[in-house]
């Protein structure tokens, strides 16, 4: 059965203090792995896409990286403004799939 | 640039009651979605189309029907709405698999 997980529910970090949240999946067929970032009362924000294992891409203080099984979003020196919920997605045929997302807050 | 537009953002309806969630975007996309999200639930997928003409189910797709007849829209029908079928609901569209999808902001249904 195709499956999205995410780990952890939420965090809480002080700003400037770096961590990483995780999407494990298990999907045949994949056609990419998607994060998105979701404000409260808003619709999903595209940040980025992953197509194969090794692949990285970075925007701002967010990386993003893929292996066989599992991506990480890795937040570097996050500011107030990060706080948000983060959405990791597969593509498997016309579907999106979705992780129950990690609600990051940083505080001041 | 529009993007997806959903109507209406807000909506309550009595238990019974039937009626339309409406999704247009003007980017000219061969896939559309329609999601609901509930607390510590995620998003669901409930129906989604790869092309006018086309339609399939997707995780939770009882009790909601479909249809695509142009390329822009994708209306999303409750035939007998129940408080069960109290969710925020998405629409997004992509030009293809594989690449980014597109998010409406949302429609706000409570049913009572």
């Known amino acids: 059965e195709d499956q999205v997980t995410q780990s952890p529910e939420a965090l809480r970090l002080q700003e400037g203090e770096s961590s990483s949240l995780n999407c494990s999946y298990t999907?045949?067929?994949?056609?990419?792995l998607f994060w998105y970032r979701q404000d409260p009362g808003k619709g999903p924000e595209f940040l980025f896409t992953?197509?194969?294992a090794g692949e990285e891409k970075e925007k701002e203080r967010l990386k993003a990286t893929l292996t066989k099984k599992e991506s990480f979003l890795h937040i570097t020196a996050p500011k107030p403004e990060d706080s948000a919920t983060y959405l990791c997605a597969v593509q498997q045929g016309g579907k999106l799939i979705f992780g129950q997302g990690t609600e990051l807050s940083v505080k001041p | 640039n529009a993007g997806v537009t959903q109507t209406p953002k807000f909506q309550v309806l009595k238990t019974g009651q039937s009626m339309t969630l409406q999704c247009a975007q003007d980017?000219?996309?061969?896939?559309m979605s329609w999601y609901r999200q509930d607390p510590g639930m995620g998003l669901r997928l409930i129906h989604y189309?790869?092309?006018?003409?086309?339609?399939d189910q997707g995780e939770v797709p009882n009790g909601y029907n479909v249809s695509r007849s142009t390329t822009e829209d994708f209306p999303l029908r409750l035939l007998s709405a129940a408080p069960s079928q109290t969710s925020v609901y998405f629409c997004a569209s992509s030009a293809k698999g594989g690449t980014e999808a597109f998010f409406g902001q949302g429609t706000r249904l409570t049913v009572v």
């Open positions: 992953l197509y194969s």
């Open positions: 189309s790869v092309g006018a003409g086309i339609t």
């Open positions: 999907v045949s067929g994949l056609r990419g």
């Open positions: 980017m000219n996309h061969e896939y």
